[in-house]
């Protein structure tokens, strides 16, 4: 059982990467590579269970959109194959048709996701967000300048916050085959159990988290606060 993390000198924000070292501690059997830049992804052609971007800086999301280029038919083949794929922050972004900035030129996407994200670099938005995802309840935060605009399968319910286009109408996030892009940051598994232990069944492994009974207490005081009557989303 094998992990892969795309880029991880770049897309390392939020401590994202953490993700994946919590499924290891979880699954000790799983190996875990990082691709670099200067080097060829190894799932489009190899055995990899789970692929993983994180959040990155504005030049980092070029960098990581031109090193996938070449890639693009591949990635859309593995991913609607049932390819395991998670994507956070505005890793999204990279997955997307393109991104324009007020402050920088457009960047292209991959189009492996039907839509555009703008970016306002004197408007960052923070918040918190609640969501729904099967029977599970989702809780994350959201550090971004700017928003995606397009349609396509949601990933998550929006229940508090902002979805995916900055309202609270809009679902948070994409999903398209085994591809799971969310804006939420930080070690998204870790602050939801359930989550992470649903992703570990998918990857045909044991579902027992490490330090099991902490996670969960933290999770549900976490849940409790956010859906706290009167509390803003925002921060």
Same mark, same amino acid.
């Given at each position: 059982?094998?992990?892969?993390?795309?880029?991880?000198?770049?897309?390392?924000?939020?401590?994202?990467?953490?993700?994946?070292?919590?499924?290891?501690?979880?699954?000790?059997?799983?190996?875990?590579?990082?691709?670099?830049?200067?080097?060829?992804?190894?799932?489009?052609?190899?055995?990899?269970?789970?692929?993983?971007?994180?959040?990155?800086?504005?030049?980092?999301?070029?960098?990581?959109?031109?090193?996938?280029?070449?890639?693009?038919?591949?990635?859309?083949?593995?991913?609607?194959? &049932?390819?395991?794929?998670?994507?956070?922050?505005?890793?999204?972004?990279?997955?997307?048709?393109?991104?324009?900035?007020?402050?920088?030129?457009?960047?292209?996407?991959?189009?492996?996701?039907?839509?555009?994200?703008?970016?306002?670099?004197?408007?960052?938005?923070?918040?918190?967000?609640?969501?729904?995802?099967?029977?599970?309840?989702?809780?994350?935060?959201?550090?971004?300048?700017?928003?995606?605009?397009?349609? &396509?399968?949601?990933?998550?319910?929006?229940?508090?916050?902002?979805?995916?286009?900055?309202?609270?109408?809009?679902?948070?996030?994409?999903?398209?085959? &085994?591809?799971?892009?969310?804006?939420?940051? &930080?070690?998204?598994?870790?602050?939801?159990?359930?989550?992470?232990?649903?992703?570990?069944?998918?990857?045909?492994?044991?579902?027992?988290?490490?330090?099991?009974?902490?996670?969960?207490?933290?999770?549900?005081?976490?849940?409790?606060?956010?859906?706290?009557?009167?509390?803003?989303?925002?921060?």
């Amino acid at each position: 059982m094998r992990a892969e993390i795309l880029f991880p000198e770049v897309c390392n924000l939020y401590g994202d990467l953490q993700n994946v070292y919590y499924l290891q501690r979880c699954c000790p059997s799983l190996e875990i590579v990082e691709t670099d830049l200067k080097s060829k992804p190894r799932f489009p052609e190899e055995d990899v269970t789970l692929v993983f971007m994180g959040s990155t800086t504005e030049q980092g999301l070029k960098l990581a959109a031109d090193a996938l280029r070449p890639y693009r038919e591949a990635i859309a083949e593995k991913v609607d194959a &049932g390819q395991l794929f998670l994507a956070t922050g505005n890793a999204l972004d990279i997955l997307g048709d393109a991104i324009d900035s007020d402050a920088a030129e457009r960047i292209d996407g991959l189009g492996l996701l039907p839509t555009r994200a703008e970016y306002h670099m004197m408007q960052r938005h923070n918040s918190f967000f609640v969501g729904k995802f099967e029977d599970m309840d989702i809780v994350g935060f959201k550090s971004l300048f700017g928003h995606s605009h397009g349609m &396509g399968d949601a990933l998550f319910d929006t229940v508090k916050g902002v979805g995916r286009d900055g309202t609270p109408q809009s679902g948070e996030g994409f999903r398209r085959g &085994g591809l799971m892009a969310t804006y939420l940051i &930080g070690p998204l598994l870790i602050l939801n159990p359930p989550l992470c232990k649903w992703l570990l069944r998918q990857m045909g492994a044991d579902d027992t988290l490490a330090f099991e009974e902490a996670a969960m207490d933290s999770y549900r005081k976490r849940l409790s606060e956010f859906m706290e009557p009167g509390r803003s989303w925002k921060y």
